[in-house]
């Protein structure tokens, strides 16, 4: 299940009338803006002893300009990894614009909240919400929030969704509006762009008149056109890049500035009526009377076209998912459209991106969003469910259950078979972790700082123990001890009762699962550390220093944090974000070997080891899944997947036989294990996954970002008879 997208993508264009003028060139509002600069600059990203100088050669500048800047609209990463001392080092950068009556404006990057437990609350104690909107002198200006809770990944929360769509419906058609992303938007493909949902941005923004789209980018200064809108990004501002950005009531300028040419160059002169005057294009399906499994045909039209873009070299085109454009054909009234048949799209869901090219080299696109099933034996979606907001945590199977956390908060109980909700359970904080089921009993932990013990059959609260500390991390049970780790604590407390057992302090924060030899707790964590701590005790039976610079010391980025570790045969097997995969002693913690990938730039980095029988399996970062010797780390085989593969793990069958595993775009993977040889694939279509399935050898179950829990079957399980007509599914 997709996030739904307009209701016109589902009509049949074939009935469309002919596209209506465009509206008569609109009068400028009495209240329309008076002249007035701000600028944007991108990545501050403050560390605690960094140069003050890149900010401090900006203020000095505001004084020479024509116009005084008025304020400063900050995207990208504020600080370097979101520590407070780091926010208080910015502060003092602020300063001399303070004196100057020069206004900042903050919207959160992903080093703000990758790093730390809880960044974008941090975030909002500093500088206010993370996403906001504010008006000057008549123009709208809107701040989103794109990071993801511990990633590099961007994504819209429905909740920031919905806020967006009501903001904008209280600013007036005419009245120019600026966003601002910490990510790019409009310049990618389905299945690589950072932010997983941009195109449900753009329905709400068709009927305002949009000057001009600002983000943050690492490599390059550079100016697009999304949707028809300008779109612009910037380099850190340590490159010297910014955008002084000058509103006049009838026009815009926008300026770059960089150290290579620090003379202003003019890359945007838009009109304020902007967006308003401009031709909208249209997609849909036009499909009637097309078997709905063999093909598609998509189609687009402008409406209301623009008098200066005539028919006469007008250009369409499409594209399936991330492939080569292929032309749409102009029919009758001025409608592109062309089929496809589906026979060589893998099973799942999928985009068709339509685009028209004006005859102003005017660049228009959306996105539709399709469905390939077939009646033959291959994989079929069993069921899915829409639990109304993101998920980053990993489903977890018990008996006729399925166990999923969600970002609202709640802890979900589905039925396996039709994924309808037996109960939820509600907490104060968003939940990151994934639920551990033991027993009779679903512990997770929630970023209210509680770690909860639920009754699995009926979700009612058995317990609840207040870390004090918000936990993003899984808890592991054994000898009658839940082990969580916190934010520079690790928690040992009670099973039955909830009472804290023990408490051991560490010097970073825990996002991954421990793991168990029904001794010890193994634990990896932000300080570079892997812990060993006695599971009925708490004392420390060792620590290991793992993530090293090339100059040997620890680097706080390269720790072993995001897999958690994996143990057997006397063995703690972990990956660090340097890309290592390291097996450790488990009665001391010495290193016995660490490997990397074969392919060049590979890592084994954000997935977690599995082991059985001796063999270890582990997916790489850009996709492929290695079976590795468990004692020497030599490879028995490899499958590349197609797919990069972010913090999703392998998953084995029950009886060892085959694995599962998704990559960060969707793409699920089923495997041999014997041989690596692909089994299954299916397409759960565009969207975040960050997550590891749950599989039981015959159905793969899968959380995303897109708010979604599907069942999928494998080939041959649960066929159902599919009729040969037009099914819209977006």
């Not at 600028?39 to 002893?49: E, F, G, K």
């Not at 703000?112 to 941090?122: A, H």
């Not at 697009?224 to 612009?232: A, E, F, S």
Request: hydrophobic share 35%.
């Amino acid at each position: 299940m997709r996030p739904t997208r307009l209701f016109w993508h589902i009509l049949v264009l074939c009935l469309l009338g002919k596209a209506t003028p465009a509206p008569a060139q609109q009068q400028i509002d009495p209240r329309a803006p008076s002249t007035f600069a701000f600028l944007h600059i991108s990545d501050i990203r403050q560390n605690i002893t960094g140069s003050l100088q890149p900010l401090k050669s900006l203020a000095t500048a505001t004084y020479n300009m024509p116009i005084r800047p008025s304020f400063v609209v900050a995207t990208g990463s504020a600080t370097a990894t979101g520590r407070l001392a780091e926010y208080d080092r910015l502060k003092q950068q602020l300063a001399p614009f303070t004196e100057a009556k020069i206004d900042f404006h903050f919207l959160p990057g992903s080093q703000d909240t990758r790093w730390v437990p809880d960044g974008k609350r941090m975030f909002a104690q500093q500088f206010g919400k993370t996403y906001r909107s504010f008006d000057f002198e008549g123009v709208h200006f809107i701040l989103m929030d794109s990071t993801v809770r511990l990633s590099q990944w961007a994504h819209l929360d429905r909740t920031e969704i919905e806020w967006l769509g009501k903001d904008l419906k209280r600013v007036r058609a005419e009245t120019p509006v600026f966003l601002f992303f910490s990510h790019p938007v409009g310049r990618e493909t389905a299945q690589s762009r950072p932010l997983d949902n941009e195109y449900d941005l753009f329905p709400l923004l068709k009927e305002k008149n949009v000057i001009a789209i600002f983000t943050s980018n690492e490599d390059s200064d550079t100016t697009w056109h999304t949707h028809g809108i300008t779109t612009l990004t910037l380099r850190p501002i340590e490159a010297g890049s910014y955008h002084r950005v000058i509103v006049s009531p009838v026009m815009v300028t926008i300026e770059r500035i960089t150290n290579e040419n620090p003379k202003p160059t003019i890359v945007a002169q838009i009109a304020v009526k902007g967006n308003r005057a401009r031709s909208r294009m249209r997609a849909g399906w036009n499909d009637p009377d097309v078997p709905y499994l063999a093909r598609r045909r998509p189609a687009a039209v402008l409406e209301p076209r623009a008098f200066e873009d005539t028919t006469e070299g007008e250009l369409g085109e499409y594209r399936i998912d991330s492939g080569a454009w292929q032309p749409l054909v102009r029919g009758a009234r001025d409608i592109w459209t062309e089929a496809f048949t589906t026979k060589n799209i893998p099973i799942g869901m999928h985009t068709a991106t339509v685009k028209i090219t004006t005859n102003n080299r005017f660049v228009l696109e959306d996105e539709l969003i399709f469905e390939v099933e077939r009646r033959n034996n291959e994989p079929s979606r069993r069921w899915a469910v829409d639990l109304k907001e993101s998920i980053q945590s990993s489903p977890v199977l018990s008996q006729n259950r399925l166990f999923a956390s969600c970002l609202d908060g709640r802890i979900y109980a589905l039925d396996r078979a039709n994924g309808k909700t037996k109960w939820s359970y509600k907490t104060e904080g968003e939940i990151v972790g994934s639920p551990c089921i033991e027993g009779d009993t679903v512990y997770v932990g929630s970023t209210d700082g509680n770690l909860y013990a639920i009754e699995a059959e009926n979700g009612r609260l058995r317990w609840k123990f207040d870390a004090g500390t918000p936990l993003v991390a899984t808890p592991i049970v054994t000898k009658g001890i839940v082990c969580i780790g916190g934010d520079g604590r690790i928690f040992g407390v009670n099973q039955e009762t909830g009472v804290k057992a023990w408490m051991c302090v560490a010097q970073g924060f825990f996002q991954s699962r421990p793991c168990t030899d029904g001794v010890n707790f193994y634990l990896g964590g932000w300080d570079n550390a892997l812990y060993a701590i006695d599971a009925l005790t708490g004392n420390q039976a060792w620590k290991t220093t793992l993530g090293l610079e090339l100059t040997g010391q620890p680097a706080f980025k390269n720790s072993p944090s995001i897999s958690s570790p994996e143990t057997a045969q006397g063995r703690i097997y972990i990956c660090t974000n340097d890309g290592f995969l390291h097996a450790c002693e488990a009665n001391s913690g010495k290193e016995i070997w660490k490997i990397r990938p074969v392919g060049a730039g590979d890592s084994f980095s954000y997935s977690s080891p599995t082991v059985r029988n001796g063999v270890l399996y582990l997916a790489s970062l850009a996709g492929t899944i290695y079976a590795l010797d468990a004692v020497t780390g030599k490879a028995q085989w490899s499958m590349p997947t197609q797919q990069p593969i972010y913090e999703s793990s392998v998953c084995l069958a029950p009886d060892g036989n085959s694995l599962a595993v998704i990559g960060v775009r969707g793409k699920v993977s089923v495997l041999d294990t014997r041989t690596g040889k692909s089994l299954w694939l299916y397409e759960l279509g565009p969207g975040n996954v960050l997550s590891t399935p749950a599989y039981d050898g015959k159905i793969v179950y899968t959380t995303t970002m897109a708010n979604d829990v599907q069942a999928l079957n494998a080939p041959g399980e649960g066929i159902t008879i599919l009729q040969d007509k037009p099914q819209n599914r977006n």
